[in-house]
């Protein structure tokens, strides 16, 4: 039978996701930002080493904390999601369980990202 | 079988993982995925310091007991390890995506430079900033 699409056409996707590429390049953005934001996110960490509870909020509601460990979180709960992706497309070939391991990973890590965010922004505005 | 076609020679065909001696890069490319499946897992821990700090006195003092137990102390080191571990080994897969060091010796120096440089700065960022 005559196919009248494009080759460009008939090989979108196809990825093993039935994505395209943009994951990919998703994945080296959150990677080069990543360096720097785990950098600051382990200054903070490290600051809040020893500190009593009012000096751990008050770390924490400083709003370039608030900014960094937002973008931070953002950032890696896309590329852990990317990541665990990759994994599973290599280990899982059953299309069923493929799938549904698929959304519990895009589950999980909108969740934590969120649940995360939800408490960053409490003790912002609780000061 | 039919026993009347010559026999098919047995090569291999596929690579077994099994019949190849084991080399640093391909312990550091599992490493890779490990550290990056433990810093998933991580992120529950991250989150639960947050939502602790977030929720009151009785929930962070909670969360201080658990991490600050010797098993809690292990988890830490080794969630510290697996960041430095994987963010170097993050850095040398960028440098292989704009081209560079895919070659002998540069692959070998940058596969050492990631497990001795993830080691040390584990340890020294422990022994300095841990409240001995
Ligand atoms: C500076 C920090 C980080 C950098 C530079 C980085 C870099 C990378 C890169 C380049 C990859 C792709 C590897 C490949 O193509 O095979 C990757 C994979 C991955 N990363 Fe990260 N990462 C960082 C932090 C994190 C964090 C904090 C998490 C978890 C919360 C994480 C979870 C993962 C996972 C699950 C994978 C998949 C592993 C695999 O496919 O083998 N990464 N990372």
């Known amino acids: 039978m005559e196919d009248f699409r494009t080759p460009t056409a008939r090989a979108r996707g196809l990825g093993a996701a039935r994505g395209g590429t943009r994951d990919f390049w998703y994945q080296r953005v959150t990677s080069a930002l990543g360096v720097l934001l785990i950098t600051g996110a382990i200054i903070v960490v490290i600051d809040s080493i020893g500190a009593d509870y009012d000096d751990v909020r008050a770390l924490l509601s400083n709003p370039v904390v608030v900014a960094l460990l937002l973008l931070a979180l953002l950032n890696f709960c896309i590329h852990m999601r990317i990541g665990m992706q990759v994994i599973i497309e290599d280990y899982v070939h059953q299309p069923m369980a493929k799938v549904l391991l698929l959304i519990v990973n895009a589950g999980f890590s909108t969740v934590i990202g969120v649940v995360g965010a939800v408490a960053i922004i409490k003790i912002a505005f609780s000061g | ?132």
């Open chain 2, 1 to 132: 079988m039919t026993g009347t076609a010559a026999p098919t020679p047995r090569i291999p065909i596929a690579p077994h993982m099994q019949v190849y001696r084991p080399t640093l890069t391909m312990v550091m490319s599992i490493m890779h995925r490990l550290t990056g499946t433990a810093l998933y897992a991580g992120t529950v821990v991250f989150v639960w310091w947050l939502v602790a700090v977030a929720a009151g006195r009785v929930a962070y003092e909670t969360f201080l007991d658990v991490f600050g137990s010797v098993p809690g102390l292990v988890v830490l080191f080794g969630l510290t390890w697996a960041v430095l571990h994987h963010a170097l080994g993050g850095i040398r897969h960028l440098i292989w995506d704009v081209g560079r060091a895919h070659t002998y010796p540069w692959r070998e120096y940058l596969a050492r430079a990631n497990l001795i440089g993830s080691l040390t700065l584990s340890a020294t960022l422990w022994v300095v900033f841990y409240p001995w």
